[in-house]
């Protein structure tokens, strides 16, 4: 621990020296044998360049202190836990969030990318959906594996979906262990590239998981995905207008899994990505033609299939 703190704040002192370079001369390129060199031209430091400077040193420190963390102390450090009113145990949710990330920590914390509306909607998301489904009945593990791998937006495969599927192994390992949960009835739900690492999760099981009851994906890509033989109950909840994650590419994934299997695809016609995100506009543009909307219909489908799912019948 002390060792960590005091190569933190070595990292610390070279990035406030560097931008003191920066400030003064035309080019830094710091050669000196710190964690980090920057290597910056010059610029004007205006009070948006200011900020700028500060968020890439805040996701270097960031990233540097959780290269010497294992897998299950930066999940520890990195998740938020919703557990229902009342003794005994709950069935529990592990839930991992889509590549914008989630915002754990406070308003401040909420938008993401400066600018970038999709970041907003999708990271103050995911904490809405846990507080639905922890007044469901279940205890949620809300997992931010972005914050944890020093990242602070993955689209674009900044994460590898390898990686969380050793999230996914992490965290439901860690849940098993406390005594709020119900050990018999763990679920997984993964959005978007949650989803997605999800599916990857699923492609390593070769047998049901005794450890997992059921999984969702909502709204994944299956692009990258290959078929599974782990016979383990999954739901997958797909936009029929989604551009972003095809469920007709889905949907052949799913016709190539062995005989027997458990999966059941529902999708909504008019859905596009995020169609259950109910602070997003009808539909709104989102870099590079994306068009994320919120559909009331199809919001309210996938809920009432989702809780339908989870909730076993007696």
């Not at 980090?36 to 968020?55: E, G, Q």
């Not at 914008?100 to 600018?115: I, K, Y």
């Amino acid at each position: 621990m002390a060792e960590r703190r005091a190569k933190r704040r070595e990292l610390q002192v070279h990035l406030e020296y560097s931008f003191d370079r920066l400030l003064t001369q035309k080019l830094v390129d710091r050669k000196r044998s710190a964690p980090k060199r920057l290597r910056l031209k010059y610029i004007d430091a205006a009070p948006h360049v200011r900020a700028a400077f500060l968020m890439i040193a805040a996701v270097l420190l960031v990233s540097h202190m959780a290269s010497g963390q294992s897998l299950r102390s930066r999940i520890e450090e990195h998740h938020r836990l919703y557990v229902p009113a009342g003794d005994g145990t709950f069935a529990t949710v592990v839930a991992l969030p889509g590549c914008s990330g989630v915002s754990l920590n406070s308003p401040a914390t909420d938008e993401g990318r400066p600018g970038d509306e999709g970041d907003r909607l999708f990271r103050t998301h995911y904490p809405k959906m846990a507080e639905r489904l922890r007044d469901a009945g279940f205890a949620v593990f809300l997992v931010d594996y972005l914050s944890a791998e020093g990242v602070l937006n993955a689209c674009g495969d900044k994460i590898t979906l390898e990686t969380i599927a050793k999230y996914i192994t992490e965290s439901v390992a860690l849940v098993r262990e406390s005594s709020f949960v119900d050990t018999s009835r763990i679920h997984i739900i993964g959005w978007s590239m949650g989803g997605r690492g999800l599916l990857e999760w699923l492609q390593a099981r070769t047998a049901a998981s005794s450890s997992v009851h059921s999984v969702v994906a909502v709204y994944a890509g299956c692009a990258a995905a290959n078929p599974w033989n782990a016979f383990l109950p999954t739901l997958m909840l797909l936009g029929g207008a989604d551009d972003l994650a095809s469920a007709g590419v889905c949907q052949d994934l799913v016709a190539q899994l062995p005989e027997g299997h458990q999966v059941s695809v529902r999708v909504y016609p008019g859905g596009r990505h995020g169609f259950d995100i109910e602070a997003a506009p009808p539909i709104a543009e989102i870099g590079g033609g994306q068009m994320p909307a919120y559909d009331e219909e199809a919001a309210r489908e996938a809920w009432h299939d989702l809780v339908t799912f989870l909730v076993p019948v007696e």
